[in-house]
């Protein structure tokens, strides 16, 4: 097994890169709708969880509200697109910016608490989120109903209808989203949240603007999502509080956690155990929850660091494992 | 007058909250673990409940209030036990895992506690035999209690006296206050801990599933969502009057009770669950210790 690993590894990443690429562009084509349909939703999930990832995987902070910002950029492209006719294509960018300086505004403040109860107040927001796109604020979001009747997008003259349209647009977004996260991971950035999610103080102290860093990476991972919520509006045509409940941000949260923190085939896998066959196994629906939650605990008991984690991560937990306790050891040093 | 009323019906749920809070504060205390299951253990205490009273009334002709003493009995014993199981299953394994593992594997199980109820129970709203329903009241004024605010007040500060007296005056409870304090030093001084953080999911969940049933009796319906708002409600709660802190959490709960009520009352009662968010924000960002928490320095 090892062997073929490393097999797999040598093989150009280029070559198997591009292999998995052709397979996505034509996987669709001898599928019919809903099938489409699914790929499109395992897609946009990818997007989702490599969003959510750079705040929980590159820079370690727990992030339970996410959907919240994915309601939010539905919401900015369906309002735009039903109150000021904005072309839907040029509401993508407007949904980035939006749940991104709302994701500015929520998190600045927050930025000081750690672990849990970062994780408590990213709930809070999430709800209150929800609950204003809810109760109707101003009476422009349609109450628990939710809008509907958004544009088609239109792409030369056509308005894009077929599910494998906006397969092809999200794949578009995919391979964007996974080139942007490869490219941050191993930027002057990226270093940066390693750094902060392995030793905060360490990381101040060789000059590091924590803060920064933190705040960058819920800006980008928020307006990310944001732009998935977009992209949901333009398939779906209706958007609903519900995109923004609890269950979405735990949904998102598992796939990063269960693929692999900061891994980015860790995604993958994530979505396809938490999205897509849930999905496909429709019929089972009713035990779903259950088996997620089964597969949840098994999980962090039996292979805490997921199931394609990111070599980083594996190092950091490895190294754990071996190393004494450093409390005990400063304890020593200091009697 | 309208403001005693309302004041009347916040210390109730207050009472409901602070129940339900003891379970994660306690929790929190000796594992520092935020038990997101605890809701929904609450929730299966109201489904406990119905089915020991449906159980109880099926073998007379009429039935009273009198019946929902062993129902609560029953609720309280079984949903220990699930709350035990729960933590030597999903917990204990965790121990030594770092702070995100067991939370995942918290909601691990509340996604299996919540898809059991509604697979066993259904997703329709159920609601509790008439039969157990108290009426009656007392008013003064234009302020009205119920007979069954009365009752659910009295249990719920019996309950909160017990257990005040339980971790403060006993064996057991002072070598709780010592694992919530270091796990390591407390083995030294020969506290067996598992056995300790076992005796807290007996405490904590029962006290949760007591407060399911009587919420569920207090409001006449309820659905297997009912443990995941409820559990939110209260943890704020827990946060108001400082985590891990036992007094903190029946200050707290009675404070969100009240306030929530009052808002719900002046302003609008859409709002009311964001009044709550917002406190615990609020309190996050200015005091994260809560109101009677010590400030300790977070560990890096």
């Known amino acids: 097994m090892k062997d073929l690993l490393k097999r797999f590894r040598s093989v150009k990443p280029l070559y198997w890169q591009g292999g998995l690429l052709a397979l996505a562009l034509v996987l669709p084509v001898p599928l019919g709708d809903y099938y489409r349909s699914v790929l499109w939703r395992t897609g946009l999930y990818i997007m989702l969880g490599l969003s959510l990832n750079i705040i929980v995987g590159y820079a370690g902070l727990f992030q339970l509200g996410h959907a919240a910002f994915y309601a939010v950029g539905a919401y900015t492209a369906g309002m735009l697109n039903i109150y000021f006719n904005v072309p839907l294509l040029l509401t993508l960018p407007l949904s980035i910016l939006v749940a991104a300086i709302l994701g500015y505004l929520l998190t600045r403040p927050i930025l000081h608490l750690r672990g849990d109860y970062l994780c408590i107040v990213t709930i809070a927001f999430g709800e209150v989120v929800r609950l204003v796109l809810v109760n109707n604020i101003f009476g422009i979001t349609g109450g628990a109903n939710g809008l509907s009747g958004i544009d088609r997008p239109m792409l030369f003259g056509i308005a894009l209808r077929e599910p494998i349209y906006h397969y092809y647009i999200v794949l578009l977004f995919v391979v964007i989203t996974i080139f942007a996260s490869q490219r941050l991971q191993d930027s002057r950035l990226g270093r940066a949240w390693r750094y902060v999610r392995e030793d905060e103080v360490a990381a101040e102290a060789m000059g590091i603007n924590t803060t920064q860093a933190k705040l960058l990476a819920f800006v980008l991972g928020s307006g990310w999502a944001g732009l998935a919520g977009a992209l949901y509006a333009a398939k779906i045509t209706v958007i609903s509080p519900d995109q923004g409940k609890f269950m979405e941000s735990v949904i998102l949260f598992c796939i990063v956690v269960l693929g692999g923190t900061g891994s980015i085939p860790g995604a993958f896998v994530g979505t396809l155990g938490m999205v897509t066959l849930p999905e496909l196994s429709r019929p089972l629906k009713a035990w779903r929850d259950a088996w997620l939650g089964v597969a949840m605990v098994t999980m962090m008991i039996a292979r805490p660091e997921g199931l394609w984690p990111s070599r980083h991560v594996r190092l950091e937990i490895e190294s754990e494992e071996e190393a004494p306790d450093p409390s005990l050891a400063v304890t020593g040093g200091s009697g | ?300």
């Not at chain 2, 995941?228 to 707290?252: D, Q, R, S, T, Y």
């Not at chain 2, 009662?269 to 977070?298: C, H, M, N, S």
């Open chain 2, 1 to 300: 007058m309208q403001f005693l009323q309302q004041m009347i019906n916040g210390i109730t749920i207050g009472a409901f909250y602070v129940l339900v809070a003891l379970g994660y504060t306690m929790v929190y205390g000796v594992l520092k673990l935020i038990n997101f299951a605890h809701g929904d253990l609450f929730m299966w205490g109201a489904y406990i409940g119905l089915t020991s009273l449906t159980g109880l009334l099926s073998f007379v002709a009429q039935g009273s209030a009198w019946f929902a003493v062993p129902a609560i009995i029953v609720v309280m014993v079984t949903v220990a036990i699930i709350g035990v199981l729960v933590e030597r299953i999903a917990y204990r394994p965790l121990r030594n895992a770092g702070r995100l593992a067991p939370v995942i594997s918290a909601l691990g199980v509340a996604f299996i506690l919540q898809s059991l109820a509604r697979n066993i129970y259904g997703a329709s709203y159920k609601t509790y035999p008439q039969d157990v329903a108290l009426s009656g009241g007392f008013s003064f004024g234009s302020a009205r209690v119920s007979l069954m605010q009365v009752i659910v007040l009295v249990i719920s500060f019996l309950l909160m006296a017990v257990l005040y007296l339980f971790v403060q005056r006993t064996r057991i409870g002072t070598a709780m206050r010592a694992v919530s304090l270091n796990h390591d030093v407390s083995r030294l001084m020969g506290i067996d801990v598992d056995n300790i953080i076992a005796v807290v999911f007996l405490i904590g969940p029962g006290l949760g599933g007591v407060a399911g049933m009587i919420v569920a009796l207090y409001y006449g319906s309820f659905d297997f969502t009912v443990g995941w708002v409820f559990g939110l409600k209260a943890f704020i709660a827990a946060i108001l009057g400082g985590i891990g802190n036992i007094p903190g959490a029946m200050i707290g709960g009675m404070l969100l009770g009240v306030v929530e009520t009052l808002g719900a009352g002046y302003l609008s009662p859409q709002w009311k669950d964001v009044i709550a968010y917002v406190i615990l924000i609020l309190i996050l960002v200015f005091r994260p210790t809560g109101l009677l928490g010590e400030r300790v320095a977070e560990k890096v």
